[in-house]
Every structure is written in C-alpha cells, then in structure tokens.
C-alpha cells in the first residue's frame, strides 16, 4: 500500500443533530444508510469483477463525490447561478407564492435545457 493513501474506517453514525439544524435532512439520511454494510456489496463485485475491494471502494466514493463538480461543468457556473437565484429570492422573500413562481421560473429554465436532449 503507498505510503500517500488515507486509510478510512467505514463507521456507522446515528447523530444526534439539532431538528432547527440546516444540515438536519442530510445527516438523517447518513444515518439511514449507515445501517447497511456495504461491503458485502463490494466484495461480491470484487469477487466477479476481479477488482480489489479497496479499489471499488474508492471509484464509489470518488464517483459520488465528483458527481457535483460534473454537474457544474455540464451545466456551467453561470447557468447553475441562474438556477440558484431563483431559489435564494424565494427563499429570501419566504411566501408561498414567491416559491411557487420560483417553480415556475426553473421549471422554464429546466425546460429549455432538456430541449437539447432531444427525444432522450
């Protein structure tokens, strides 16, 4: 094993975090799927695939983590802004209306972009 690689305990994680928490939707569902163990998952497609656990450990993480970064390059930042502000002005405003004409207004936007996929 190279010297410059981080060993990571897979460890499960049940809070607590506080119910006014921002975050509060994302740590409950790291505590929901660190119930599961993955590794039997990694190790029966290490088995059929040939590739060590470790390795297909490491391309699930990076895959998932990148997943972001890669919506932004096809998206480009100024298109993401775009989406975003449609957001933030409901969000600042805070009415049921203004979130809804925030639907709206992505739903216009979303619309135009999937235009280019064709019949996909």
């Given amino acids: 094993m190279s010297a410059d690689l981080d060993v990571v ?11 006014d928490d921002p975050d509060a939707g994302f740590k409950e569902e790291v505590a929901e799927y660190t119930r599961l163990d993955p590794l039997p998952t990694l190790q029966g497609l290490s088995e059929y695939s040939g ?8 391309y699930v993480l990076v895959k998932w983590s990148a997943a972001g970064s890669e919506g932004l390059l096809e998206l480009g930042p ?8 449609c957001v933030a002005a409901a969000e600042e405003r805070g009415t049921d209306a203004d979130r809804l004409a925030a639907y709206h207004a992505l739903k216009d936007l979303l619309a135009w972009l999937r235009a280019g996929l064709g019949d996909q």
């Fill in 51 to 58: 590739i060590p656990v470790g390795a297909l450990a490491r």
């Fill in 78 to 85: 100024t298109m993401v802004e775009r989406l975003w502000t």
């Fill in 9 to 19: 305990r897979l460890e499960r994680w049940d809070g607590p975090w506080d119910a």
